[in-house]
């Protein structure tokens, strides 16, 4: 967890983490059937603030005619690269279906939860809970799927 940080991160397979003995790991997530984001999408110009879609979308190879013309929703997201304190990792952005476990018997299903999914890092093992204001963030995606829980989402450290 970092309140500081604006997205939500995983290990994916293949995941390669330097300076990381002793600090514990998690399996890295087997993203085959996650979608990933485009770079035409809100979510891929909140990870990349300071570029327009058009340049996302021309880093991720989309053709100059399809940049003024259509969507580009075929090309990806370009990879990220995000800092800590003590770490940092290059992601790309997916989205697919979140379950967490809930104190009823019943889980929360977050459909359509956008995470970074990280192949490598350095000195961050096992991916972070972004509890940030922006708009990846752990709480804004928790406010989508229900207003009520967003804004009354709290935690305890």
């Known amino acids: 967890m970092d309140t500081g940080s604006d997205v939500v991160w995983f290990?994916?397979?293949?995941?390669?983490?330097?300076?990381?003995?002793?600090?514990?790991?998690?399996?890295?997530?087997?993203?085959s059937k996650s979608s990933l984001i485009?770079?035409?999408?809100?979510a891929c110009s909140a990870i990349h603030p300071s570029l327009s879609s058009s340049d996302l979308c021309a880093i991720a190879s989309c053709?100059?005619?399809?940049?003024?013309?259509?969507?580009?929703?075929?090309?990806?997201?370009?990879?990220?690269?995000?800092?800590?304190?003590?770490?940092?990792?290059?992601?790309q952005l997916h989205r697919d279906d979140l379950i967490?476990?809930?104190?009823?018997?019943?889980?929360?299903?977050?459909k359509n939860f956008t995470f970074g999914c990280a192949h490598s890092a350095l000195g961050e093992p096992i991916g972070v809970a972004g509890f940030g204001f922006g708009?990846?963030?752990?709480?804004?995606?928790?406010a989508r799927f229900s207003p009520d829980l967003g804004t009354q989402f709290s935690y305890c450290l």
């Open 100 to 110: 967490m476990p809930s104190s009823s018997k019943k889980p929360l299903i977050l």
């Open 63 to 91: 053709p100059l005619d399809e940049i003024e013309t259509s969507d580009c929703s075929n090309f990806a997201c370009p990879s990220f690269y995000y800092a800590y304190g003590d770490g940092s990792l290059i992601a």
């Open 38 to 42: 485009s770079c035409k999408s809100r």
């Open 135 to 142: 708009p990846l963030s752990l709480p804004a995606q928790l």
């Open 11 to 31: 290990p994916c397979s293949p995941f390669t983490c330097i300076l990381c003995e002793g600090k514990g790991s998690l399996s890295p997530l087997n993203v």
